[in-house]
């Protein structure tokens, strides 16, 4: 198995451009995370999906920041306008449901670090 | 009050000792306990999961749980220069929410 894909692997732009992150899943997982990683804040949930549906995006900074799952095998996190303040490594991750793992397991990809100047 | 808590660190051990992270949480519905370890500029990855009191053992590692005190810790026997990671605690409450706790960094000293 592949793992969480997740590109780019770095992102460097300027302020105010819309910045767009992406993610694949392991197949047969039927929940994902987004998590922004900072060494002020840690490591933070920004939204969860559940069979590609939004179940919570209280995490969401500001309504500068969306999310989507249009399928089973693919999530964008878009941050536009883009801001310094939002530079973090950006997580995604996956988790199953059912025998064969752990309940409630979490797999990371490897994240995005994104660098607003 | 942070709902998942672990000293920064950096705990420093020398190696061939046991190392011991701790970690506190508020709610007390909490139901599932993990330890992810995450190696400096790399993403976290699960090393074990708990979910009834006591200890659960997997190699080197131990988890404890006391839900009664809200603490959960993990203990790494035979500590080797290689486990010189963050360690993150989560805890999974009620519905589907898994907080994570700012981590322990760890350095084993060869």
């Known amino acids: 198995d592949a793992g969480v894909i997740q590109s780019p692997r770095h992102e460097v732009t300027e302020m105010g451009q819309e910045v767009t992150l992406r993610c694949k899943p392991i197949s047969g997982h039927n929940s994902l995370f987004w998590y922004r990683q900072t060494m002020m804040r840690g490591l933070e949930l920004l939204i969860y999906f559940n069979n590609n549906v939004p179940i919570d995006d209280s995490g969401m900074p500001e309504d500068r920041f969306s999310a989507k799952m249009p399928n089973a095998s693919f999530s964008t996190l878009k941050i536009q306008p883009s801001e310094p303040r939002d530079s973090a490594v950006y997580f995604c991750?996956?988790?199953?449901?059912?025998?064969?793992?752990?309940?409630?397991?979490?797999?990371f990809g490897p994240g995005t670090r994104l660098t607003v100047l | 009050q942070k709902e998942v808590e672990q000293n920064s660190g950096p705990l420093s051990v020398p190696e061939g000792a046991i190392a011991s992270l701790n970690c506190t949480y508020s709610d007390r519905g909490s139901q599932s306990f993990f330890w992810y370890r995450q190696y400096s500029g790399k993403s976290p990855e699960l090393i074990m999961s708990i979910y009834s009191n006591g200890d659960k053992e997997d190699g080197r590692f131990t988890a404890q749980l006391n839900k009664a005190s809200q603490y959960v810790s993990l203990l790494i026997r035979d500590s080797q220069p290689s486990d010189s990671a963050t360690y993150l605690c989560a805890v999974k409450s009620g519905g589907f929410k898994t907080i994570f706790g700012a981590g322990t960094r760890l350095f084993v000293k060869a």
């Open positions: 991750a996956s988790s199953p449901q059912g025998a064969g793992a752990p309940p409630d397991t979490q797999y």
